[in-house]
């Protein structure tokens, strides 16, 4: 994809002001055992909740823009699964502000845009904790991303709409990516991918993803990070 595109998308991304009260996380953000259905799953849950814990205060902390839905961290099975395949899965809410230049382009740039931004992020965060990694019983890694549609962001008389891609990646292709030993053509050509719009499922649009630094670069104005918490 040629450089104007990535970079332009890269400048209209442009995200809502303000942190989020409070010193600590939502509890509520991982998901509670009781919701699991298998004994594997329960299994996964229990062994790794301190770092499903550990990854939900360092998205709170490190990227205070973004919001984990409700039950947005655990170990999800995808709809097409033949067996109880888990991934770890993160859903985070991204509070983007409504520019007509990210509304200008097409939906599969803005969800690309929106995975090379946050995405690739959230599935570095996943591949760092050691246990969920090194766990033979965690067949990948789940990011699902979800921001305002352009046109229906702050305004009363327009029913709010999201659009969010869901992405579902084995470990190793994903450690591949990660390590630059896999191109990100053959990363999304291995991957399962949809784009939702509001509730419609759009399917598999075209998806390619660029290198983007923003969230390890970007500071909120006047955000402190809490005493001891490193990003």
């Given at each position: 994809?040629g450089?104007?595109?990535?970079?332009?998308?890269?400048?209209?991304?442009?995200?809502?002001a303000?942190?989020?009260?409070g010193?600590?996380?939502?509890?509520?953000?991982?998901?509670?055992?009781?919701?699991?259905?298998?004994?594997?799953?329960?299994?996964?849950?229990?062994?790794?909740?301190?770092?499903?814990?550990?990854?939900?205060?360092?998205i709170?902390?490190?990227?205070?823009?973004?919001e984990?839905?409700?039950?947005?961290?655990?170990?999800?099975?995808?709809?097409?699964?033949?067996?109880?395949?888990?991934?770890?899965?993160?859903w985070?809410?991204?509070?983007?502000?409504?520019?007509?230049?990210?509304?200008?382009?097409?939906q599969?740039?803005?969800?690309?845009?929106?995975?090379?931004?946050?995405?690739?992020?959230?599935?570095?965060?996943?591949?760092?904790?050691?246990?969920?990694?090194?766990?033979?019983?965690v067949?990948?890694?789940?990011?699902?991303?979800?921001?305002?549609?352009?046109g229906?962001?702050?305004?009363?008389?327009?029913?709010?709409?999201?659009?969010?891609?869901?992405?579902?990646?084995d470990?190793?292709?994903?450690?591949e990516?990660?390590?630059?030993?896999?191109?990100?053509?053959?990363?999304?050509?291995?991957?399962?991918?949809?784009?939702?719009?509001?509730?419609?499922?759009?399917?598999?649009?075209?998806?390619?993803?660029?290198?983007?630094?923003?969230?390890?670069?970007?500071?909120?104005?006047?955000?402190?990070l809490?005493?001891?918490?490193?990003?």
């Amino acid at each position: 994809m040629g450089c104007w595109i990535a970079c332009s998308l890269a400048l209209v991304l442009a995200i809502a002001a303000g942190a989020p009260a409070g010193a600590a996380p939502a509890e509520d953000a991982v998901m509670p055992l009781g919701l699991y259905t298998t004994a594997k799953a329960r299994s996964l849950a229990t062994s790794h909740r301190p770092e499903l814990l550990k990854l939900n205060d360092d998205i709170y902390h490190c990227m205070p823009w973004v919001e984990v839905r409700q039950d947005g961290i655990g170990f999800r099975t995808p709809r097409w699964a033949q067996r109880d395949e888990r991934y770890l899965s993160v859903w985070i809410l991204i509070d983007q502000h409504d520019d007509g230049r990210f509304a200008a382009v097409q939906q599969e740039r803005r969800a690309s845009a929106m995975f090379s931004r946050y995405g690739v992020n959230m599935m570095r965060r996943m591949a760092a904790l050691p246990g969920v990694a090194a766990d033979p019983d965690v067949y990948g890694f789940s990011i699902v991303l979800s921001w305002p549609k352009p046109g229906t962001n702050g305004r009363p008389w327009v029913e709010p709409v999201n659009e969010t891609l869901a992405l579902f990646v084995d470990t190793v292709t994903a450690l591949e990516f990660l390590a630059r030993r896999l191109p990100a053509e053959q990363f999304t050509n291995r991957a399962k991918f949809f784009v939702f719009d509001g509730k419609v499922e759009l399917g598999r649009l075209p998806l390619e993803v660029w290198e983007d630094s923003f969230v390890e670069t970007f500071k909120l104005k006047d955000y402190q990070l809490a005493t001891g918490k490193t990003c």
